[in-house]
T-cell receptor, first 114, second 112 residues
Framework: DTGVSQDPRHKITKRGQNVTFRCDPISEHNRLYWYRQTLGQGPEFLTYFQNEAQLEKSRLLSDRFSAERPKGSFSTLEIQRTEQGDSAMYLC????????????FGPGTRLTVT | SQKIEQNSEALNIQEGKTATLTCNYTNYSPAYLQWYRQDPGRGPVFLLLIRENEKEKRKERLKVTFDTTLKQSLFHITASQPADSATYLCALGMDSSYKLIFGSGTRLLVRP
């Protein structure tokens, strides 16, 4: 158990609706990452935070996606006007320290857009 | 173009044998490389990290090598067990960012 939790675990929504996912890392995770994974593929980077600052965002990320980490603890990922192509597993990961590169993943949120 | 390639076909081996998984990359200069295990419906689990100036790393039954000239990493599981059956992902990390760039993974099946 990595200590990283995600909520909800599953979400089914209709095309055009907005969805929000939450990630709770452990307190030592000063960096927090969001990835997206589709079947048969590896996780694809979306964005990451150092404490509350969003330091990097994928250039492939549509402006329908937004993420926050308001107090440097939990994080939310919102997708507006969902499309069927957004169906995927959304993974959150945390890591600690300036020289620590391994990442500790949560169980993911599976999104299905109908 | 930049690519990370892992065997897309499943690796099927007998219990007790050594499993060897390959990760090749093109047009990247990673500062380090990581290997993760992923079971169906779950998040990846960190296994090993190897830096660009290291040739080999070991942890229990696991061994990883990193050849920056060949642009390749090999991941070995010795004395494999059915419980080792999972998908194994390699991921590249760069000096300029903490994000990871993952390959698509190789599924390992260990037969009893």
């Amino acid at each position: 158990d990595t200590g990283v939790s995600q909520d909800p675990r599953h979400k089914i929504t209709k095309r055009g609706q907005n969805v929000t996912f939450r990630c709770d890392p452990i307190s030592e995770h000063n960096r927090l990452y969001w990835y997206r994974q589709t079947l048969g593929q590896g996780p694809e980077f979306l964005t990451y935070f150092q404490n509350e600052a969003q330091l990097e965002k994928s250039r492939l990320l549509s402006d329908r996606f937004s993420a926050e980490r308001p107090k440097g603890s939990f994080s939310t990922l919102e997708i507006q006007r969902t499309e069927q192509g957004d169906s995927a597993m959304y993974l959150c990961a945390g890591s600690t320290g300036a020289s620590s590169y391994e990442q500790y993943f949560g169980p993911g949120t599976r999104l299905t857009v109908t | 173009s930049q690519k990370i390639e892992q065997n897309s076909e499943a690796l099927n081996i007998q219990e007790g044998k050594t499993a060897t998984l390959t990760c090749n990359y093109t047009n990247y200069s990673p500062a380090y490389l990581q290997w993760y295990r992923q079971d169906p419906g779950r998040g990846p689990v960190f296994l090993l990290l190897i830096r660009e100036n290291e040739k080999e790393k070991r942890k229990e039954r696991l061994k990883v090598t990193f050849d920056t000239t060949l642009k390749q990493s090999l991941f070995h599981i010795t004395a494999s067990q059915p419980a080792d059956s999972a998908t194994y992902l390699c991921a590249l990390g760069m000096d300029s960012s903490y994000k990871l760039i993952f390959g698509s993974g190789t599924r390992l099946l260990v037969r009893p």
